[in-house]
């Protein structure tokens, strides 16, 4: 098909050209000079990006999933009791990792739709008396549903019911999108992959721990070999990874570390939260509904829309590919056919939001759903137009 393939799923993001011609780079030698230097350049750009000073950044060649198992592997006793809410498919998918390396877990099934509330968070370490949870997960930016958790929020639970346990935080489709602090909301474990707002392809999966998690690696008694922090601190220390290191995606996170760092983060941020309302206008103007029940914690970096009644929402996805050139988000979970998501994050401007609306749009009049064409990208135009810069 003639053009590019408008890919927007909610990650992995389209890649930028500057990183394409980093990743292009001839391999060198992961146990020289060279590659040293450049890995002692990317930690501490990287801890910016996590928004700490007190925080250690690892980076395995892995996917988000392996550094989720990493931070419980590194920092839990087998049998030990890990907290998790579920708010959708990928959270219910942590809880199911944490059962399947044998800790106990207590899953909180909350509404798909919504984020973790304080009240909710304060109520289960409340109760916690004996303080046998040891771990909180919450996931900033839950991908299945686009909805944000305000993670201040499960901090100040924590912090109300004086509770001891780490806060771990998956914010696999957040980091480099949307705000995170790692100190400032005293989040003990983050974990993300490179293929969302880090703009790079999929395999690297990055870690950010605080010294609370690192002093419970030390005496955690899980079983753990290729996640091991311990081996991978003390090769970072000089530059260099315990095993084969994924070369290429390293020369890309360079590269992409330095377009956040021109963009500002700030601005990066802004410029997620405008595109975002951009697609929440035109589903609006569309008569259509968000899986989000409430409009401060849709996500600024998917947007997941409920079909209308009689059209089904793989249909619709796979004629939008078929047809358009255009890749959505399928319904994942209970979701699946009721469902499309709208991927707007990484490296995206304005145009690329309206064409995406517009093949929206025409693949929702080809299933006969009378949608008024222009309708959503009117919408969104007068948005940006209004929210400039
Ligand atoms: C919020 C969230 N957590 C975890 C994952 C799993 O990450 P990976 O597929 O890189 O293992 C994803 C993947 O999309 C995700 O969006």
Not at 80 to 85: A, G, I, M, R
Not at 159 to 178: F, Q, Y
Not at 191 to 210: N, W
Not at 380 to 385: D, I, K, M, P, T
Request: include cysteine; charged fraction near 20%; aromatic fraction near 6%.
């Amino acid at each position: 098909m003639a053009g590019r393939l408008f890919l927007q799923i909610p990650g992995p993001t389209n890649l930028p050209d500057r990183v394409v011609r980093a990743i292009s780079q001839p391999i060198i030698n992961h146990r020289g000079a060279e590659f040293a230097k450049l890995v002692k350049g990317l930690l501490p750009r990287l801890k910016g990006v996590f928004r700490t000073e007190r925080g250690t950044p690892l980076i395995f060649p892995s996917s988000g999933t392996g550094v989720s198992e990493a931070a419980l592997v590194n920092t839990l006793s087998p049998g030990d009791k890990v907290l998790c809410f579920t708010i959708g498919n990928f959270s219910v998918a942590y809880a199911k990792l944490a059962r399947n390396l044998g800790f106990q877990v207590e899953e909180v099934a909350l509404p798909w739709g919504s984020g973790v509330s304080e009240e909710q968070a304060y109520e289960r370490l409340a109760a916690d008396r004996d303080r046998g949870i040891k771990a909180v997960f919450t996931i900033q930016n839950e991908t299945s549903t686009g909805v944000m958790t305000d993670l201040r929020a499960v901090r100040r639970a924590l912090d109300r019911a004086d509770h001891p346990a780490l806060l771990v935080v998956d914010t696999v489709s957040g980091l480099g999108s949307i705000d995170f602090r790692m100190d400032e909301w005293g989040v003990d474990i983050a974990v993300t992959g490179s293929q969302k707002g880090l703009l790079l392809p999929p395999g690297l999966g990055m870690l950010c721990v605080s010294e609370k998690a690192l002093v419970a690696s030390q005496s955690a008694k899980s079983p753990r070999h290729y996640f091991d922090w311990a081996a991978m601190l003390e090769n970072n220390r000089k530059g260099f990874f315990p095993y084969t290191p994924a070369t290429t995606l390293l020369f890309g996170l360079d590269e992409s570390l330095k377009m956040l760092a021109e963009e500002g983060l700030p601005n990066v941020f802004a410029r997620h939260a405008r595109l975002a309302e951009g697609v929440r206008k035109a589903v609006a103007a569309w008569g259509l509904k968000l899986v989000a029940h409430k409009p401060e914690e849709a996500s600024n970096t998917i947007t997941a829309v409920v079909t209308p009644q009689g059209v089904d929402a793989d249909a619709l996805i796979a004629l939008a590919e078929a047809r358009f050139n255009l890749a959505l988000g399928n319904g994942l979970g209970p979701l699946s056919g009721k469902v499309f998501r709208i991927g707007h994050l990484g490296q995206l401007n304005e145009l690329e939001v309206l064409a995406t609306l517009g093949g929206v749009e025409m693949a929702l009049r080809q299933l006969k759903h009378p949608v008024p064409l222009g309708s959503g990208v009117a919408a969104a135009q007068g948005w940006f137009l209004e929210n400039g810069r």
